[in-house]
């Protein structure tokens, strides 16, 4: 953490913009409880996202689409209450915000209202402008999210790199300054070429947080789980893993086990 965002007694939505402008990159990582969030944000996190990845990570399910927006407020909840300085953007879940700007923008108040949170995050492009639009409206900050969007799995069929193809690519350059012109404060870009990735954050006067699309974004993100190592089964290249805590959990939990079998815990001192 630099001396510049060391003295940042909130983060938000313009703090992002200065560090864009200040050539300084954004670091952002997901959470979805009060503990979690409370170390992340006492650590220097700038940005705390309350993903729909909960769904995955928390829950079990195989995609992002099963989980509700009661259960994304109770999550967002958790997060705000943990959090003293960061950023905290929930994505609106499937089905929250896709088939009118008026659905988008009552579920957008809802989560405002009942979590706490200081912005919200949608996935797509031109198709869902109108909506963004109208929840910009209300006074509430928008996240963008383009590239590989999970909760558009389905259609594409894949979790492979997008925009890899010249048509797609230009569609993403285009969806891009569509959500910049519409009022979004910043816009997630995940799993799409390096290059492509850098063009766009060159392009935008808005920040970009990068997950598998190269360092030329303005930021990063990783979900917590793969950033600690919690997941080992899920491996792609652009997860860096810096704790094993799945391993180190898995021994503490053998040895604790052990100790009371042997009964050596409780100890005497650990005893009243």
Known sequence: MSAATQEIKRVTTHTLQKLKAAGEKISMVTAYDYSFARLFDEAGMEVILVGDSASNVMAGHET???????????????????????LVVV????????????????????MMKESGAHGIKLEGGVEIVDSLKKIV??????????????????????YTVRAKQDGEAEKLKTDALALEQAGAFATV???????????????????????????????????????????????????????????????AVQNYIKDIKSGSFPSQEESY
């Open 64 to 86: 992002t689409l099963p989980i509700t927006l009661d259960q994304m407020i109770y999550h967002a909840s958790s997060v705000v209450r943990g959090v003293k300085r960061a």
């Open 91 to 110: 994505d609106l879940p499937f089905g929250a915000y896709q088939s009118n700007p008026e659905i988008a923008l009552a579920s957008a108040v809802r």
């Open 137 to 158: 409206s209300a006074g509430i900050p928008v996240m963008g999210h383009l590239g590989l969007t999970p909760q558009s799995i389905y259609k594409f069929g894949t």
């Open 189 to 251: 870009l995940e799993k799409i070429p390096a290059r492509l990735a850098t063009e766009v954050s060159g392009s935008l006067t808005i920040p970009t947080i990068g997950i598998g699309a190269g360092s030329g974004c303005d930021g990063q993100v990783l979900v917590m789980h793969d950033m600690l190592g919690i997941n080992q089964d899920f491996h792609p290249r652009f997860v860096r893993k810096y704790l094993d805590l799945q391993t180190q959990v898995t021994d």
